[in-house]
């Protein structure tokens, strides 16, 4: 990013790149930054855990030796306590959301005027970016940025203040209670409710940095719509690309009629521009990042799952859908058809059955 810090995409525009490659190399920086955030806001977490830990530790009865009434007065003045000091633990990796906002929106600008070298790209204002990110809904939960964190903050301060209650309720001594919210060193703490709320902190902060990312994308392209012709989704190629993903990975949409991204909690497919036609020669020569090195532009998810080897197709797909991949006399552009509705959800095998019954037979299925 523009600044200087550990949590930066350093990232000049490459030279002689297409600007399919330069959006698919942003997106590897983008989920490195996502990955520090998220260390980031551990230390806020592990500060959480220190709080519920040490409130139980300072009391020298037992929660199960007061009265319910008692116990739950104790539990839920704790909870104010614990979810403000999340909240304000939180702040600084959140405040860094509109800084991230504002860096997308001038990195893409700069994209385009790179690309298309003489034509005036109309930049967003400073701050444009963010205020879009927050009225529009993230499409993965239609909920806002704001409700999207703060309503995951206040769930998990109340699964662990559950779990207190619960710990209450059985007459678990206070030390039991606290390593039940920590877990135990035999299982490296994963099975501790922490580990739980550790992970979710994670979606949360990956989808919220997605969808600021794709807000500045959205919003540059729309202003900058005469230069701006289609979009193309670009899926990252690995085993946890979700059917969806794989499905629509490649795939060419006019401007504004694209699927809206991130699609899903955790989601790291992107777009990028495909501009005007009388710039399509800067396009040429194209290549994209895979997991097993560069293909070419065209290749789509399930081209280039047609180049790996069955036990990673059916990693990828399932046993069933794999055979069906392989055995069914379908193209990856037929396969991919076929493993989504029209609404951009992923079929059942039972609906694909029906779509295409000689597929099926074919493959044995």
Not at 65 to 87: G, N, S
Request: aromatic content about 8%; glycine content about 6%; overall charge negative.
């Amino acid at each position: 990013m523009a600044t200087k810090g550990s949590q930066d995409i350093p990232e000049p525009i490459p030279i002689g790149k297409t600007i399919l490659d330069i959006g698919v190399r942003h997106q590897v920086y983008l989920e490195r930054l996502k990955a520090h955030l998220s260390e980031e806001a551990q230390a806020a977490l592990d500060e959480f855990e220190l709080s519920v830990t040490s409130w139980l530790s300072s009391h020298t009865k037992d929660l199960a030796e007061l009265t319910h009434t008692q116990a739950q007065k104790l539990i839920a003045q704790a909870r104010r306590e614990q979810l403000d000091a999340l909240t304000e633990g939180l702040s600084d990796t959140i405040d860094k959301l509109s800084k991230i906002a504002d860096y997308e929106g001038e990195f893409n600008a700069a994209v385009l005027e790179k690309i298309t070298k003489d034509v005036e790209i109309q930049a967003l204002e400073a701050g444009k970016v963010y205020a879009a990110a927050l009225k529009q809904p993230i499409p993965a939960t239609g909920q806002l940025l704001e409700s999207f964190i703060s309503d995951w903050t206040e769930k998990e301060v109340d699964a662990v203040g559950n779990l207190v209650s619960k710990g209450y309720v059985q007459g678990w001594t206070n030390n039991q209670i606290a390593q039940a919210v920590r877990g135990t060193k035999a299982a490296n703490y994963s099975d501790g409710i922490m580990a739980r709320v550790g992970r979710n902190a994670d979606a949360i902060i990956h989808t919220a940095v997605q969808h600021v990312a794709q807000t500045a994308r959205n919003e540059t392209w729309a202003r900058n719509s005469d230069v701006v012709a289609y979009v193309r989704v670009v899926a990252t190629l690995d085993s946890k690309t979700t059917p969806f993903c794989r499905s629509v990975d490649g795939r060419r949409y006019k401007l504004g009629t694209e699927p809206k991204f991130p699609h899903h909690v955790r989601c790291r497919t992107t777009t990028v521009a495909e501009i005007a036609s009388e710039y399509a020669y800067l396009n040429e020569g194209a290549t994209r990042s895979a997991e097993f090195g560069p293909v070419d532009a065209d290749m789509s998810y399930y081209d280039w799952l047609k180049t790996q080897d069955e036990t990673f197709q059916d990693d990828a797909l399932g046993p069933k859908r794999g055979q069906l991949f392989r055995e069914g006399g379908l193209t990856p552009d037929e396969f991919a058809r076929l493993n989504l509705g029209r609404n951009f959800e992923p079929l059942t095998l039972d609906e694909m059955r029906q779509k295409e019954p000689a597929a099926f037979k074919k493959a044995g299925l």
